[in-house]
C-alpha cells in the first residue's frame, strides 16, 4: 500500500518550511465585480453573503490585529511558530492599489513566511503582482495567488454567473507565472452542469498551464442565494456521495502528480445551508476516497500521460 497516494498541503508545507505551518485568514472588507455592479449585482448563484470567510473574524478589525489575535491563539495552542496570512473572502485584488499595498504590508510578520491572496482570474492585474514581488524579495515572503475557477466547461461557468469565461483564467495564468508565485485553483467537482469529462479535462487544463496547487470543493448550497432558490424548486440535482468521490479519485488520476491539494472537500456552516456534503463530515468523505484509492490502487498522476506528445505514444 503507498503511504501517500496523493501530494498532501501540510506535509508540502513541513517539506518548505521545516516545520509545520499555519494558515491564518484575514477578511477585509471587499467585494467582486460580480456583486457591486460592474458585471453583475448578486454574485456567483452558489455565493451567499458572507461568501468563503464563515469562520473569519470580523473585517471591520484592521489586519495586525486579525493576525495577531489569531496567531497568538494558535501559538499557544499548537506551539506554532510559522504563519501563512491569508486574505481569503471575496476578491482581494478587487481595490485600489494603494489600499492593497497597505493591507499586505500589514500583514508582514517575521513570523509570517508566506502570503496567500484569494482572487478572480479577471481581477489579476500586473500593477498588483508587480508590487507582490517587490514584497517577495523587500520581506523574504512567499506569494500565492489562489484563483477561483470552479469549472473549466464554458457553459457551466455561464450558468453559475461566474462573469469570466476559461481564456480570463488561461491569461491569468500566464501573467502570474511570469512572478516566482505559487498559484492554487479553486475547484467544484459536482456543480450539477459538469460531467465526468468536464473533470478530467479539468484536471488535464490545470496540469497543462503548470499550476501548483489545487483545492476541490463539494458544492454547498446557502439558503437565500440564487442556486439555493433553484435548489427549493428543484432545478437541478446534486450527484450521490459515491460519484463525488469517484470524480475526485479520477481528477486526481489525472492530475499532473507534482501538484499538491490542499483540499478534497469543503466545508460550510451548518445555519443558513440546504444542502452541505450530503450530511456527511468531511473527514469521513476523505476516509471514502482514501478507501477507494487503496482498493484500487490509485494514485494522483496515474493516468498523466498525456502532454509533451505522450498522448500519441
Same mark, same amino acid.
Given at each position: 500500500?503507498?503511504?501517500?497516494?496523493? $501530494?498532501?498541503?501540510?506535509?508540502?508545507?513541513?517539506?518548505?518550511?521545516?516545520?509545520?505551518?499555519?494558515?491564518?485568514? &484575514?477578511? !477585509?472588507?471587499?467585494?467582486?465585480?460580480?456583486? =457591486?455592479?460592474?458585471?453583475?449585482?448578486?454574485?456567483? &448563484?452558489?455565493?451567499?453573503?458572507?461568501? @468563503?470567510? *464563515?469562520?473569519?473574524?470580523?473585517?471591520?478589525?484592521?489586519?495586525?490585529?486579525?493576525?495577531?489575535?489569531?496567531?497568538?491563539?494558535?501559538?499557544?495552542?499548537?506551539?506554532?511558530?510559522?504563519?501563512? @496570512?491569508?486574505?481569503?473572502?471575496?476578491?482581494?485584488?478587487?481595490?485600489?492599489?494603494?489600499?492593497?499595498?497597505?493591507?499586505?504590508?500589514?500583514?508582514?510578520?517575521?513570523?509570517?513566511?508566506?502570503?496567500?491572496?484569494?482572487?478572480?482570474?479577471?481581477?489579476?492585474?500586473?500593477?498588483?503582482?508587480?508590487?507582490?514581488?517587490?514584497?517577495?524579495?523587500?520581506?523574504?515572503?512567499?506569494?500565492?495567488?489562489?484563483?477561483?475557477?470552479?469549472?473549466?466547461?464554458?457553459?457551466?461557468?455561464?450558468? &453559475?454567473?461566474?462573469?469570466?469565461?476559461? @481564456?480570463?483564467?488561461?491569461?491569468?495564468?500566464?501573467?502570474?507565472?511570469?512572478? =516566482?508565485?505559487?498559484?492554487?485553483?479553486?475547484?467544484?467537482?459536482?456543480?450539477?452542469?459538469?460531467?465526468?469529462? =468536464?473533470?478530467?479535462?479539468? @484536471?488535464?487544463?490545470?496540469?497543462?498551464?503548470?499550476? =501548483?496547487?489545487?483545492?476541490?470543493?463539494?458544492?454547498?448550497?446557502?439558503?437565500?442565494?440564487?442556486?439555493?432558490?433553484?435548489?427549493?424548486?428543484?432545478?437541478?440535482?446534486? &450527484?450521490?456521495?459515491?460519484?463525488?468521490?469517484?470524480?475526485?479519485?479520477?481528477?486526481?488520476?489525472?492530475?499532473?502528480?507534482?501538484?499538491?491539494?490542499?483540499?478534497?472537500?469543503? $466545508?460550510?456552516?451548518?445555519?443558513?445551508? !440546504? *444542502?452541505?456534503?450530503?450530511?456527511?463530515?468531511?473527514?469521513?468523505?476523505?476516509?471514502?476516497?482514501?478507501?477507494?484509492?487503496?482498493?484500487?490502487?490509485?494514485?494522483?498522476?496515474?493516468?498523466?500521460?498525456?502532454?509533451?506528445?505522450?498522448?500519441?505514444?
Amino acid at each position: 500500500m503507498l503511504e501517500n497516494r496523493y $501530494r498532501i498541503y501540510s506535509q508540502h508545507l513541513k517539506d518548505k518550511y521545516g516545520e509545520k505551518v499555519y494558515k491564518i485568514p &484575514i477578511q !477585509l472588507s471587499v467585494t467582486c465585480p460580480n456583486r =457591486d455592479g460592474l458585471l453583475g449585482s448578486r454574485g456567483c &448563484i452558489f455565493c451567499g453573503e458572507k461568501g @468563503a470567510g *464563515f469562520e473569519n473574524l470580523e473585517s471591520s478589525i484592521p489586519v495586525k490585529d486579525q493576525l495577531k489575535q489569531n496567531i497568538e491563539y494558535i501559538s499557544k495552542k499548537y506551539k506554532a511558530k510559522k504563519f501563512i @496570512a491569508y486574505f481569503q473572502n471575496f476578491t482581494n485584488t478587487y481595490m485600489p492599489l494603494d489600499e492593497f499595498k497597505k493591507y499586505i504590508r500589514d500583514a508582514c510578520r517575521d513570523d509570517v513566511v508566506e502570503i496567500a491572496i484569494s482572487t478572480r482570474p479577471d481581477c489579476i492585474k500586473d500593477e498588483y503582482l508587480s508590487f507582490l514581488d517587490e514584497i517577495k524579495r523587500e520581506k523574504n515572503i512567499n506569494i500565492t495567488i489562489e484563483l477561483g475557477l470552479q469549472s473549466v466547461n464554458y457553459k457551466t461557468l455561464e450558468k &453559475i454567473e461566474r462573469g469570466h469565461t476559461l @481564456a480570463e483564467f488561461i491569461d491569468a495564468m500566464w501573467m502570474i507565472k511570469r512572478y =516566482d508565485f505559487q498559484v492554487c485553483v479553486h475547484m467544484i467537482l459536482n456543480l450539477p452542469w459538469d460531467t465526468l469529462e =468536464d473533470i478530467i479535462e479539468g @484536471a488535464k487544463i490545470l496540469s497543462s498551464l503548470r499550476v =501548483d496547487q489545487v483545492k476541490l470543493h463539494s458544492l454547498y448550497i446557502v439558503e437565500n442565494s440564487v442556486m439555493g432558490n433553484m435548489y427549493k424548486n428543484n432545478e437541478f440535482e446534486i &450527484i450521490p456521495l459515491d460519484e463525488y468521490v469517484d470524480r475526485v479519485v479520477i481528477f486526481l488520476e489525472y492530475l499532473n502528480p507534482n501538484m499538491v491539494l490542499q483540499r478534497l472537500v469543503g $466545508r460550510a456552516p451548518k445555519e443558513e445551508t !440546504l *444542502f452541505c456534503n450530503w450530511n456527511t463530515s468531511w473527514w469521513k468523505i476523505k476516509d471514502y476516497i482514501d478507501e477507494k484509492m487503496d482498493r484500487e490502487d490509485s494514485y494522483q498522476g496515474k493516468k498523466f500521460n498525456y502532454l509533451g506528445g505522450k498522448g500519441l505514444e
